[in-house]
């Protein structure tokens, strides 16, 4: 079946580091995915997206990279500030357009 | 200000009791969503609707039900059947094929 999991449960970095948030997924139809940031207490925020025609894209201090052939995604945070720590998940869309979410990765980032 | 609100923030019940959590927006989106979240847990999808008066269950279906009069509303009610009903409720809407925004989530307590 269709499943999105993560490799890291909890990832502590410096401030001022990069991150790198790793996800894997197993639906290789899958051509549609998203990262959100959760602050405790709140709901997801979306933070950059990806459609399975391209293999990397950036936005503001992040990029998503997409792997098909290993069915491998990851998020990358640049000089990492102590703002984004915070829960990630990544999700993966489903032909009924539904989203599949993995279980997340805990980013703390030490002063 | 464009978004999705969910009312109330907190909410408590005794067991043996029905609610009905609110979820609004006004996006103009035709889908809606409703999840559950645990504790350290990643977002679990229980209905969704991708038009008016249409509805699907989603994995978790089972103590939950839901209507779409309206394409701006989407309400959850935790019925009495549901076993473990105490947890984070978060509602989404999107464009089909596109992010699903979120509200700030609402905390059910069943005592």
Known sequence: GESVGLHLPTLSVQEGDNSIINCAYSNSASDYFIWYKQESGKGPQFIIDIRSNMDKRQGQRVTVLLNKTVKHLSLQIAATQPGDSAVYFCAEEDSSYKLIFGSGTRLLVRP | ?????????????????????????????????????????????????????????????????????????????????????????????STPAYEQYFGPGTRLTVT
Not at chain 2, 2 to 11: D, V, W
Not at chain 2, 19 to 34: G, I, K, R
């Open chain 2, 1 to 93: 200000d464009g978004g999705i609100t969910q009312s109330p923030k907190y909410l408590f019940r005794k067991e043996g009791q029905n609610v009905t959590l609110s979820c609004e927006q006004n996006l103009n989106h035709d889908a809606m969503y409703w999840y559950r979240q645990d504790p350290g847990q990643g977002l679990r999808l229980i209905y969704y609707s991708q038009i008016v008066n249409d509805f699907q269950k989603g994995d978790i279906a089972e103590g939950y039900s839901v209507s779409r009069e309206k394409k701006e509303s989407f309400p959850l009610t935790v019925t009495s059947a549901q076993k473990n009903p105490t947890a984070f409720y978060l509602c989404a809407s």
